[in-house]
């Protein structure tokens, strides 16, 4: 090997690797990539829900950055940003995309808890109306029992009287012997009895009254209707004169028709003799015959 | 001069010798690159199609088009025997490809949720309607 080839030698090979020694230690493309970086790594929810995009985001970072330390070509340098800006970019947009998809499992999540909602919504409306229907009965209850304690006051009042309650209402009997004998009229005591009536009724103005004249079976029929329909005018007639108003009654003779016994013996026919007054309900209504 | 002294003479080969061999590993570095180049560049080509494939072109054009320049400026490299740059266009066309990929996951996923969110906002809305009568 001569002197010449020897040093034309050496030039070359210094030639060929100085390139690297003037490199300078950022380009301009670093630059704006580490900025990129800096970006998505002051948002920790990247990190967080694209991990192994930012892992290698970071490892893309490194090696762009080492290239720089160590004074490596300007185009090695931008290679290396230029692949650590797009795993920049992809974990960005993985974290988009996961985040989109959290949303979307949420919606389900939402849309679940949105039909359970529907659904207790719907048992509490249910509720209601039920409440509402127990609520309904109870009132129903209340108004049934106080009509029947009105009813059960009522009759209460009318004990002295020997009301009866029955199927059709209370139900008041004037026997035969408040009449006079052989007379239509009411006798002092029969007087007395439908007093305490008529103070009665001038408490329970609703009330109206049926009054229903009855005889025995002895003498003709026709006689014994008429004989009924007077008796039971004649009441109709003193418990008007004792302050009850005319529209509350009304009268009806039966005659033999409504025996409540036998008219085997005397006893029984003086039973038979009677005029019953039945008092309406507090409607004003009266089971007729 | 250097040739006056032998011994200086001998140095400066040893030195000149090792330095040569430095230079040809330097060098013989590239010589071995066809290989991974050529894998470099398949991989890429199939990140490209790939993300064309899933709707790259509609949902991320920018990135479809720098990933399909890269990939042939790879493909240009190789046919000159230029493995080093084969594999760093490869290296960023298969980078591109992936962000489009990325885009077209977290656009199609974004664009559900607002679809899905919507849906339930209407339900709500018609539930209230509803439950308020």
Same mark, same amino acid.
């Given at each position: 090997?001569?002197?010449?080839?020897?040093?034309?030698? *050496?030039?070359?090979?210094?030639?060929?690797?100085?390139?690297?020694?003037?490199?300078?230690?950022?380009?301009?493309?670093? #630059?704006?990539?580490?900025?990129?970086?800096?970006?998505?790594?002051?948002?920790?929810?990247?990190?967080?829900?694209?991990?192994?995009?930012?892992?290698?985001?970071?490892?893309?970072?490194?090696?762009?950055?080492?290239?720089?330390?160590?004074?490596?070509?300007?185009?090695?340098?931008?290679?290396?940003?230029?692949?650590? =800006?797009?795993?920049?970019?992809?974990?960005?947009?993985?974290?988009?995309q996961?985040?989109a998809e959290?949303?979307?499992?949420?919606? =389900?999540?939402?849309?679940?808890?949105?039909?359970?909602?529907?659904?207790?919504?719907? &048992?509490?409306?249910?509720?209601?109306?039920?409440?509402?229907? *127990?609520?309904?009965?109870?009132?129903?209850? &209340?108004?049934?029992?106080?009509?029947?304690?009105?009813?059960?006051?009522?009759? *209460?009042?009318?004990?002295?009287?020997?009301?009866?309650?029955?199927? $059709?209402?209370? *139900?008041?009997?004037?026997?035969?012997?408040?009449?006079?004998?052989?007379?239509?009229?009411?006798?002092?005591?029969?007087?007395?009895?439908?007093?305490?009536?008529?103070?009665?009724?001038?408490?329970?103005?609703?009330?109206?009254?049926?009054?229903?004249?009855?005889?025995?079976?002895?003498? =003709?029929?026709?006689?014994?209707?008429?004989?009924?329909?007077?008796?039971?005018?004649?009441?109709?007639?003193?418990?008007?004169?004792?302050?009850?108003?005319?529209? $509350?009654?009304?009268?009806?003779?039966? =005659?033999?028709?409504?025996?409540?016994?036998?008219?085997?013996?005397?006893?029984?026919?003086?039973?038979?003799?009677?005029?019953?007054?039945?008092?309406?309900? #507090?409607?004003?209504?009266?089971?007729?015959? | 001069?250097?040739?006056?002294?032998?011994?200086?003479?001998?140095?400066?080969?040893?030195?000149?010798?090792?330095?040569?061999?430095?230079?040809?590993?330097?060098?013989?570095?590239?010589?071995?690159?066809?290989?991974?180049?050529?894998?470099?560049?398949?991989?890429?080509?199939?990140?490209?199609?790939?993300?064309?494939?899933?709707?790259?072109?509609?949902?991320?054009?920018?990135?479809?088009?720098?990933?399909? @320049?890269?990939?042939?400026?790879?493909?240009?490299?190789?046919?000159?025997?230029?493995?080093?740059?084969?594999?760093?266009?490869?290296?960023?066309?298969?980078?591109?490809?992936?962000?489009?990929?990325?885009?077209?996951s977290s656009?199609k996923a974004q664009?559900a949720a607002?679809?899905?969110?919507?849906?339930?906002?209407?339900?709500? @809305?018609?539930?209230?309607?509803?439950?308020?009568?």
């Amino acid at each position: 090997m001569n002197k010449i080839s020897m040093t034309q030698g *050496v030039l070359l090979m210094v030639a060929t690797l100085s390139a690297c020694s003037t490199t300078p230690r950022s380009t301009t493309l670093l #630059d704006s990539t580490r900025q990129q970086y800096q970006i998505v790594q002051n948002n920790p929810r990247i990190a967080q829900l694209a991990p192994i995009e930012m892992r290698q985001a970071d490892d893309a970072m490194v090696l762009a950055n080492n290239a720089a330390s160590n004074n490596e070509s300007r185009e090695e340098i931008d290679k290396l940003a230029y692949l650590a =800006g797009k795993k920049i970019d992809i974990a960005k947009e993985a974290a988009k995309q996961k985040n989109a998809e959290n949303k979307i499992a949420n919606a =389900g999540k939402e849309r679940d808890e949105m039909r359970l909602d529907q659904r207790t919504q719907e &048992v509490k409306q249910e509720k209601n109306r039920a409440d509402q229907a *127990v609520y309904a009965a109870q009132v129903a209850q &209340v108004n049934t029992q106080t009509a029947q304690q009105k009813v059960t006051a009522l009759s *209460v009042e009318l004990a002295d009287l020997k009301a009866k309650n029955t199927d $059709r209402g209370i *139900v008041i009997t004037l026997g035969d012997l408040l009449f006079g004998t052989n007379d239509v009229r009411l006798n002092p005591d029969g007087m007395h009895e439908l007093q305490k009536l008529a103070t009665v009724l001038q408490v329970h103005q609703q009330q109206t009254l049926l009054i229903e004249g009855h005889t025995d079976s002895t003498g =003709g029929s026709a006689y014994n209707l008429q004989l009924s329909e007077r008796r039971a005018n004649a009441v109709s007639s003193a418990l008007q004169l004792m302050g009850v108003q005319r529209a $509350r009654i009304t009268m009806h003779g039966y =005659g033999e028709q409504f025996p409540v016994s036998d008219n085997s013996t005397a006893e029984n026919r003086q039973m038979n003799r009677r005029v019953e007054i039945i008092l309406s309900d #507090d409607a004003g209504y009266i089971v007729n015959r | 001069m250097l040739t006056a002294h032998p011994q200086a003479s001998n140095l400066l080969r040893l030195i000149l010798a090792s330095s040569f061999f430095a230079y040809i590993f330097t060098i013989s570095a590239c010589s071995n690159l066809q290989t991974p180049a050529t894998a470099d560049v398949a991989v890429s080509t199939s990140a490209v199609n790939g993300a064309a494939a899933v709707g790259g072109g509609e949902y991320a054009p920018a990135e479809m088009r720098s990933a399909r @320049e890269k990939l042939v400026q790879a493909n240009t490299a190789m046919a000159a025997h230029d493995y080093q740059a084969a594999s760093d266009y490869a290296a960023q066309a298969q980078a591109d490809a992936k962000l489009a990929q990325t885009k077209v996951s977290s656009t199609k996923a974004q664009q559900a949720a607002t679809a899905l969110q919507e849906d339930i906002r209407v339900l709500r @809305e018609e539930l209230n309607r509803v439950n308020n009568k």
